[in-house]
């Protein structure tokens, strides 16, 4: 059923009403801006909402009127992650020992969705520097899913997955450095893409700048493409960033899944943990493959064990992040951080550096693995989103076992990965999978994920 509803309505659906001029960016961010009225105090999705939000959607409205639009966003409602800068608001990613001087500049994916003509809502929580999978931070407290107040949206765009559940706006920016795009995305009922390395620049670079990737979280596949496209184009800040010429990631996205062979992995250098109901969605989506024309078998990459190499990257980045803070501010700090960096902290450089190659030679795994398969399909996470007021009990355990079992392989070998909703559970919450493909063909993953949103349709969430 299309919804009639502007804040329900994909980005695709407000640009075609917006060209017919059947419905005005004022109109849709008045629509949206209800919802977050009436249910984000609960939700607790925002760190900071935009006072001039209005006056965006106000200019954006003239220039449609005028058929004058700057961009293929142009007055789609959009959030930007509290990792990244967005000039005139403080980047305080989650702590309270950070400082809160407005920024001067934006990142650059905040810089190609203004240039597309979005309209920022505000900045949404993260957890402290986005360490952990849990949606909770010292500095705004707990954000909640809008299926179940009393489950956790996930981590570490947090606010990202709950604003995205809960529609404020069609539009997403989350940050993935283990899974931080694609399990909130899962807990949420979302799409949720980390994009190959580089594809979508970064500045300045954060506490996980060798794994983290800035990405997509939307309600529909369409829309995850296209507000990639805004974000994936070249920008000199970053050293990393891909020199790819901009286009419309949607090209190619309807067709489909026949003839591609796609690998359901159960390892990944290790067994990661699934319960029942991730099994059955696994399955589920494979058959749905199937069912398309894909050639779907069980294979093992062969990786070396995963933990032992993200594990470390993890620890070091949190150990420097605790260095670097103020001897005075550190008390302020996440118990859990500083127990994973104390626990790393002594880490010899030699130890660090074998990590570094075990990395090197996981991502020579996949792209061997890839030269037989176009696709992996894996399940997104262990379990559906558990109990948000849990508390955070031994994270390096609980890294590999509740949180990221399934994603954080992913960034180390810094290939596309997406998170796709694909059923209910019993408890009436999402459950995802996980597909992947060859380092910087993010269009396969696109396509296959629109292929099982085609065969899967979810309903919205009912925060009410």
Known sequence: MTPTDPALMSAETLLGLYARRALSPVEVLQAVMQRVALYNP???AFAAMNPQALRQAGESEARWMAGRPIGPLDGVPATVKD?????????????????????????????????AGAVILGKTTTTEFGWKSPGDCPLHGITRNPWNRERTVGGSS?????????????LHIGTDAGGSVRIPAAFCGLVGLKPSFGRVPQWPLGAFASVACAGPMTRTVRDNALMFSAMAQHDLRDPFSLPDEAQDWRRGIEDGVAGMRVALVRRLGFEPPLDADGEAALVGAAKLLEDQGAIVEEADPGLPDTRAIFGRVWGVALARLVATTPAEKR?????GLTEVAEREGAMLATDFLGAEALRIEAAHAMARFHQRYDLVLTACTPTAAFAADQPTIRPTEALWRDWAPWTFAFNLTRQPAISVPIGLDEHGMPRAVQIAAALYRDDLVF??????????ELPLAQPA
């Open 158 to 170: 947090s606010g990202a997955g709950a604003a995205g559940a809960a529609c404020f706006g069609p």
């Open 83 to 115: 990792l990244l800068n967005l000039a005139g608001f403080p980047t305080r990613r989650g702590s309270k020992t950070t400082d809160a001087t407005p920024a001067t500049e934006d990142a650059p994916s905040v810089t190609g969705l203004k240039q």
């Open 331 to 335: 008390p302020l700090l996440e118990a």
């Open 447 to 456: 396509r296959a994920a629109r292929a099982l949103e085609r065969a899967a």
């Open 42 to 44: 609960w939700v607790n």
